[in-house]
């Protein structure tokens, strides 16, 4: 079984300063790796994902994440935030095969909450 | 106007209440599924349906009872439900399981009083 582990719950940062939020996870087998971004009284919304090949993915509004298989990490990067960021932000993974029971659903980590200041 | 949407926004309803909530996607998906957003957890996998046959029920108690009539509608009918299940419920869809997006719709606010 995928578990996925944020470790901030809550980031507070000043507008057009740098963020990095981070997501690590456990699987025993090779997973699909997702960063959704929910903004208040919304659904989620795909930022970018990971399924192969390079392991710098960009996603939108200026957002990008790196996979480190090593460290089974996926964090999330901006260098510069905007207020209109300010929202949560949850890590997801899914299996790739064939194992039997859970197969391609989506495992969300708890979620850090974004605070953008001006 | 999202691909995905969710019908009621927010709902009130006593414990002894019967009520459902409706999903439907415009993007011509063959996956649908229901997640529970509680404060503090992380979103919680419900049913998952695909090719509208239920694929997955998550150890979910009886109180929650989906149905999926076609490929583009979702729903959840509620019953007899406790103050605990009082969360955001959110809908999405996708084009089949595995590494793809799933589209969220923007979620019904359900409290339990």
């Known amino acids: 079984a995928q578990s996925v582990t944020q470790l901030d719950s809550q980031v507070p940062v000043f507008e057009e300063a740098p963020v990095e939020l981070r997501c690590n996870y456990s699987s025993s087998v090779s997973v699909y790796l997702f960063w959704y971004v929910q903004y208040p009284n919304q659904g989620l919304q795909l930022l970018l994902k990971y399924l192969s090949g390079s392991t710098l993915v960009k996603g939108i509004n200026g957002f990008e994440a790196e996979f480190n298989k090593s460290q089974t990490s996926f964090h999330l990067r901006k260098p510069s935030v905007h207020i209109s960021d300010t929202a949560e932000y949850f890590c997801?993974?899914?299996?790739?095969?064939?194992?039997?029971?859970?197969?391609?659903?989506?495992?969300f980590g708890k979620g850090t909450k974004l605070s953008v200041k001006p | 106007e999202t691909g995905v949407t969710q019908t009621p926004r927010h709902l009130v309803m006593g414990m002894t209440n019967k009520k459902s909530l409706k999903c439907e996607q415009h993007?011509?998906?063959?996956?649908m599924y229901w997640y529970k957003q509680s404060a503090k957890k992380p979103l919680e996998l419900m049913f998952v349906y695909s090719l509208e046959e239920r694929v997955e029920n998550n150890s979910v108690p009886s109180r929650f009872s989906p149905e999926c009539p076609n490929s583009s509608h979702l729903f959840l009918h509620l019953h007899t439900l406790q103050p605990e299940d009082s969360a955001l419920y959110l809908c999405a869809s996708s084009q089949g399981r595995m590494n793809t997006e799933a589209f969220f719709g923007q979620g019904t606010r359900l409290t339990v009083v």
């Open positions: 993007l011509g998906h063959n996956a």
């Open positions: 997801a993974v899914s299996d790739r095969g064939n194992y039997g029971g859970s197969q391609g659903n989506l495992i």
